[in-house]
């Protein structure tokens, strides 16, 4: 390769071509939005990876503008890892038109599956700002959706051999990881979305800007008048497009001792239900509940306390009807003094914000978003799998001889 297509050392600023990166996996609602950026910023280029043909051994690139395909060209497997050639070949595409000049916006439009947190870090790390990341979405969708536990690769949507993510796993991380959400509406094909279908997507992600990107016409249909390339933005998805993004915050909001987590509401039939206790889960009791947990919302997600294992902060994901748990650390309030100053600043805050004279971070903050909760039910179903108020005198060392139900699930 060239010298002119050869990426910077990680971390090296490369000026001059802000990137957005838009994703998600209503595909005609992210093929609007990118048409709608290419009208309202003049001279702006998309660039495409195509995982579709991964089986085939190959990740075929294209590079398009309003006019139409500039170039176009593949990329091998890389680890047979369809994600991995995408990673490889989008920096030196992007360098490329860096060096060549005269694009005010690269766009990367992601395939289906692929999730803008990882390809923001990418972006990042090659020396290039990333000015936004937009999640594209069809309103009427979101619920069928986040109501789909089928794995990818039933629908041709893997992208690699061993992808194991579900379509509503994907959906829910590709959502609420933007700052900027693109809702297209009324598009050939789609349901007429209500305010249901939008109270929805407002409780999942309550910080996010929604865009609303045309209701009942052509996707990208052009704005009337004429652009110059001088002119600023017309459009208010092209001015989030290039508003800001910072990808270490966004990581930090991701990570579940510090997420910004929803909170309560209750409007058009959709109800979040924010759930916060000082005491530890029973792991036996809490383990019999967990199928009835995971299908009484439509998606679930927070931090929560196992009685045995206290120095473990554990995540909750649940989406689909599956429910994903792992742990994410320790807890703070087990670290030794000492070990403080390795912890991020934000991870500090957050826990500081919460922190129990006893327990220290220490709690259960779950949450549920649904149509149709039944918020009375669900709090009592989560109030029986908490230690009673004998097993809690009883305290830590009996607390490490209750049934360890969940070391199979944690492949402890």
């Known amino acids: 390769m060239s010298g002119a297509g050869r990426p910077r050392r990680p971390g090296a600023e490369r000026p001059g071509l802000p990137v957005v990166i838009v994703g998600g996996l209503h595909a005609e609602a992210r093929r609007a939005a990118v048409a709608r950026l290419l009208a309202d910023v003049p001279g702006s280029v998309v660039l495409h990876h195509d995982l579709a043909t991964a089986a085939a051994g190959t990740v075929v690139r294209t590079v398009r503008d309003a006019t139409g395909i500039l170039s176009a060209g593949e990329a091998p497997l890389v680890n047979d890892c369809a994600c991995c050639a995408l990673r490889e070949d989008l920096v030196p595409e992007l360098v490329r038109l860096a060096d060549a000049g005269g694009t005010p916006l690269a766009v990367v439009e992601l395939w289906d ?27 009427a969708l979101v619920l069928p959706y986040l109501g789909n536990g089928d ?36 598009l050939p094909g789609s349901p007429e979305a209500d305010d249901e279908d939008r109270e929805l997507l407002a409780q999942l992600h309550p910080t996010a800007r929604r865009v609303p990107i045309g209701h009942g016409h052509p996707a990208g249909a052009p704005p009337a008048g004429p652009a110059s390339a001088s002119a600023a933005p017309s459009s208010a998805l092209a001015r989030a497009a290039l508003a800001g993004f910072d990808v270490e915050a966004a990581a930090a909001a991701q990570h579940p001792a510090c997420a910004l987590l929803p909170a309560d509401a209750d409007a058009h039939g959709v109800a979040t239900l924010v759930w916060h206790r000082r005491r530890p889960f029973h792991p036996e009791r809490l383990y019999a509940a967990l199928e009835d947990l995971t299908c009484a919302a439509a998606r679930s997600r927070g931090r929560f306390w196992l009685a045995g294992k206290g120095d473990t902060l554990l995540h909750w994901d649940a989406a689909g009807g599956a429910l994903c748990v792992e742990g994410a650390g320790p807890w ?24 129990h004279p006893e327990h220290g971070d220490r709690c259960q903050h779950l949450v549920f978003t649904s149509p ?38 944690l492949e402890v």
Do not use: H, N
């Open 332 to 355: 703070l309030a087990s670290l030794p003094d000492a070990a403080w100053e390795l912890v991020p600043p934000v991870r500090r805050a957050a826990a500081a914000l919460d922190w």
């Open 113 to 139: 599956s692929v999730e803008p947190k990882a390809m923001a870090e990418v972006v990042t790390a090659g020396g290039f700002t990333v000015t936004g990341v937009i999640t594209a979405v069809d309103p």
């Open 372 to 409: 149709g909760l039944d918020r009375d039910g669900l709090e009592r179903l989560l109030e029986s799998c908490l230690l009673t108020d004998a097993e809690y005198a009883a305290g830590q060392a009996a607390w490490e001889l209750l049934p360890p139900a969940f070391d199979t699930l």
């Open 151 to 186: 794995d990818l690769a039933e629908g041709g949507l893997a992208a690699a051999a061993t992808d194991q993510r579900t379509v509503a796993d994907t959906f829910a991380r590709q959502l609420e990881y933007a700052p900027v959400l693109a809702l297209a509406e009324g």
